[in-house]
């Protein structure tokens, strides 16, 4: 059996750009694709935290140190420059794997700096 478990994720990144008549979903900086192990044409789900729009897309690179997030195509209708989103990808895993599986996370600052990395989510406390 095959489980769906978080890959890797952009955490809080700011979009730079929105190019409704480009082509290509959502170009990233090429370094921060590397940092998070995401691929070109990968697909990608994006969560935009400032007005809860929930879309599915896909990556194209952008010029490494840009620190561009771009929103293309109809994914710009889904955002404005400024918003903070997650962008979040999934890859499926045997019992097995999923017992070492570690994702990869990467926090960002509001100018798209690393703020810092991590492979686990501390533990929810209650209220």
Known sequence: MLSTMLKA??????VTQAELWYDGSCA?????LDLAGLREFEQIDIYNVN?????TTYIIRAEAGSRTISMNGSAARRVQIGDRVIIATYAQYT???MIRHKP??????PDNSVARTANTIPVQIAS
């Not at 994720?9 to 700011?14: E, F, I, S, V, W």
């Not at 007005?51 to 879309?55: D, I, K, L, V």
């Not at 990869?104 to 600052?109: A, I, R, T």
């Open 9 to 14: 994720k952009l955490h809080l990144a700011t």
């Open 95 to 97: 019992e097995e794997e």
């Open 28 to 32: 990233i900086d090429s370094d921060l």
């Open 51 to 55: 007005n809860g729009e929930r879309f």
């Open 104 to 109: 990869k996370l990467v926090y960002l600052n």
